[in-house]
Structure formats: C-alpha cells, structure tokens
C-alpha cells in the first residue's frame, strides 16, 4: 500500500500552516526519549523511514489532490500553496534537513537524537507537519532496541559468570512476527532487536535489515517443530515417539541444530521416556543437536526440571567456569518471556550449578508489541524558531508536570570519553548530530555491521 505522504499526519497538522507568527522562516525540532523504563535508549531505525518515504521525489501532483480533497472534507484547511510550491521548486523533494546521532549508539535520556529544520523559508511549516511520522518512525524502532540491548547485558552477565561469552549473538530469538500489530511493525520491531542479536523468525525483520541498513543476511533460524507437526502424529506415546523420530532422520546430520516443542502432552515425560529414553540413542548417533522447547508452565520451575531431566538422561560436562553444560541437547524456552524471567531462569540455573549456554530464548510480543510512545516517553518539540532573520529559542514548561518541560534552542551534543552532553548549537565544536538528510537526499548511508558496532561503544 503506497503512503500518501501528505496524509502520513496528524488531521490537525493540516492547520497548522496559519498559526505561526508572521515573518516566520525556519522552525527547528528536536527528538528525545524523555525518561521512562530505561535511563538510556538504543537509536535506531532512522534511515529505514528515510529510505522508504523521504529520498527523492516524496510527494506528487495526484498526493497534493487526493490529500486536497480529504482535508476539505475532513473539516480542515489546506495548504494547496504551500505543497504545490514544494512540487514545483523543488519538484516534490523535501526542502528539510535531518540531523542525527549515529544509530546504533546507547544514547541517556535526555539527549537529542534527531534534529529537523526547513531549509526554504517558503516552507516553514513542513517541520512540524512532519512530526507523527517521523517521531513514530523513530520511538518504535528504538524502544525495541533498547528492550532487546537491556536483555542482552542480562544474559550476556550470566555467560560471563557461568559459560561463553561467543554463543551471546543468538541466546534470544525473535518469535514477534505473529504478534505484533502489522507487516510494516515485524519490519521495523525485527530489525531493530537485529542490532543487538543474530537469531530471528520474523522474515520480514531479516529482509528489511538487507534492503535499508546493507545487511546480507542479518539473522539465522534453524528447523523447528510446532505444535501441529507434533499432534498430527497422534495423541498417544506412539505417535509422539513417531513425531520426534521424523525430526532426527529429517535434521539429525552432523554439526545440525534443530528444535523440537516438547510440551505437546507431558513435557516431563517427553525427556525422560522419550528424548532421553527411547530416542535417546538416535539422537547422540546423530551428531546434531537437539534443541528441547517447553511451550507451557511456570518458565522458571519448568526449565530447571526439564535441564535436570535431561542432565539425568544425557549427561553433562562441567565448563572451565566450573558450570554444568548438556552434552547432546540444548533448550529454548519461547513461552512466558520477558526481562524478568529470564534473569530469573538464568539466576534459577546458576544457582543449581548450570551454564547459561544451555538455554536459549524466544521472544515475541514482548520484545516487538508491549511497549508505546510513553515507554520512553519519546517526544518531538519544536525548540527554535527564526522569524525576520532572527532566531529565537522556544520552549514549553507545564505547570504541574516537570517531565514535560521541553529544551529551547538548537543543539550540539558531544561524546567523549563515554560522555554525553547536549549544549547550545556551536559550530566550532564537533556535533554528534550530522545530517543525514537533506532536501531529498540521503546523506548518510548506515549499514548494519557499523551499527552493530556503535552498539558496544
């Protein structure tokens, strides 16, 4: 479906055109993550709204037409003037400059992330008619980063303490596609946790990493059963015996790793009779490796007793950290995920003297749905205007909510040493907000490798 950029707005934002003061030019604005969950976000996703919607030519004769005669009928006035000017000065590139911080970079609260001003006084109202889609294409990408990178650093403390620290990039996988709320959303949510992991099943996260961030391949998956390959075999020790069977003849090579839901009927007795009973033999002639999925219960209480079952029945070798690891198998727990419970999970295994590298995790609408705007409570505010050759510094101050307060001026944020800070805009100093966008030109082209990389600075 084709975005009519036009439309791509809020229905008051149509007004807006005739509210600034007379003899406005340039109005500057300014994105941040203002507190909430985390003290710190992981920028991203930026580039993927530029690429999409913004470089070249954004908006056409038939945008401005269609959109003409839905805010008519809307209820509320439009700038015909305004947008076919742009179209025709500038044959339909956006007269804006965007300026950002590297993505990829673990930003604290409170600092701008991405800068936005007019470059054509004929157009200072584009800033802020701007505003909804691109604070919505910047707050739902980072927040998910930010989720994703808060998890790894869980995990990534448990392999330090009890494994390796190398298996880190696919210790979380990405259920997410099913759960989130569209096509555009397993886009934009599965690339973001693809800065931070490698391991992923939401397709479309993966494809859109390689067509707006130059990523080849950015995550991996391995074959895996669900719970309808299983069932069909049969409600009966037979039939699930049968079902587990097909996995190993079908994967079961040398070096493989395949995934097996287990929790289908009895969990328990699945390891016990059949992985490690039955089938146990098959599986260690194998040479692969088998992936046990728990689907159901208390995370907590059912992968401990299904790691012990499985040490029972397969052994296990004790690491150069003095941790207990599986030979043969492995688990992945993909039900009742969050950040909570799997530092529970992994505190619960070292506990009873196992390594965090023989589990995995698989997360869905927790890490691409259960979050909004207000998670970071991300914001866009105008923070400078220059009328009659002037500039002025513009800010809001709620009486009553102090969070609210929004920065006045325009900007330059420096990093040194592991430091942020944001000052008055000084040209003399080196910014850390370079532009990336200007007048319907992508200005910086990002690739994922170098984000990966910013994410460790």
């Known amino acids: 479906m084709r975005t009519n950029l036009l439309l791509n707005t809020d229905s008051y934002k149509a007004s807006h055109w ?43 004769l038939n945008d401005i037409h269609e959109a003409e005669e839905f805010f008519k009928a809307h209820g509320e006035p439009f700038n015909f003037h305004g947008w076919n000017y742009i179209l025709r000065k500038h044959n339909g590139h956006l007269p804006v400059r965007i300026d950002a911080l590297p ?17 054509d006084p004929e157009c200072f109202w584009l800033t802020s008619y701007l505003e909804t889609a691109l604070l919505r294409a910047v707050w739902y990408p980072t927040t998910v980063a930010t989720i994703s990178h808060y998890i790894k650093t869980i995990i990534k403390h448990n ?8 298996g880190l990039p696919f210790k979380l996988h990405d259920f997410g596609a099913r759960g989130v709320s569209s096509n555009e959303s397993a886009m934009l949510g599965g690339m973001a946790h693809l800065v931070n992991f490698q391991g992923s099943d ?12 130059n990523e080849p391949m950015a995550g991996f998956s391995i074959p895996a059963a669900e719970h309808s390959t299983i ?27 395949f995934a097996v839901v287990s929790d289908s009927y009895d969990i328990y007795k699945a390891c016990e009779e059949i992985w490690g009973g039955s089938l146990k033999q098959q599986v260690i002639d194998s040479g692969a490796t088998l992936v046990v999925r728990p689907d159901s219960g208390d995370p907590v209480a059912v992968t401990l007793r299904v790691i012990q079952i499985l040490d029972e029945k397969f052994g296990s070798t004790r690491n150069a950290k003095g941790f207990k690891v599986l030979n043969h198998v492995r688990i992945i727990q993909g039900d009742g995920v969050n950040p909570s419970s799997i530092e529970a999970i992994l505190m619960n295994y070292q506990a009873h003297g196992y390594s965090g590298d023989n589990i995995a995790f698989g997360m869905g609408g927790a890490l691409l749905q259960h979050m909004n705007r207000d998670t970071q409570e991300f914001a866009m505010k105008a923070s400078a205007i220059r009328i009659n050759g002037e500039w002025r510094d513009v800010s809001k101050n709620p009486i009553g909510q102090a969070s609210k307060k929004s920065k006045g001026g325009r900007f330059t944020v420096t990093w040194e040493r592991g430091e942020w800070t944001t000052m008055p805009l000084d040209e ?12 319907g030109q992508l200005v910086r082209d990002l690739g994922m490798a170098q984000i990966r990389y910013n994410t460790s600075l």
């Open 159 to 166: 392999l330090e303490e009890t494994g390796d620290i190398a």
């Open 428 to 439: 003399t100093i080196d910014n850390m907000l370079n532009t990336v966008f200007l007048n």
């Open 202 to 213: 939401t397709v479309q996260g993966v494809v859109a990493a390689a067509r707006y961030y």
């Open 231 to 257: 069932t069909t075999w049969g409600k009966t020790f037979e039939g699930e015996t049968a079902a587990y069977a097909n996995m190993i003849e079908k994967y079961g090579l040398p070096g493989q790793i």
């Open 18 to 60: 005739l509210q600034y003061p007379p003899g406005t030019e340039y109005v500057y604005s300014y994105i941040e993550s203002r507190g909430g969950l985390h003290d710190a976000t992981v920028f991203f996703g930026l580039q993927a709204f530029i690429k999409e919607y913004l470089t070249g030519q954004a908006i056409c």
């Open 103 to 119: 993505e990829g970079m673990r930003v604290p609260v409170g600092t701008p992330l991405v800068t936005i001003v007019n470059t």
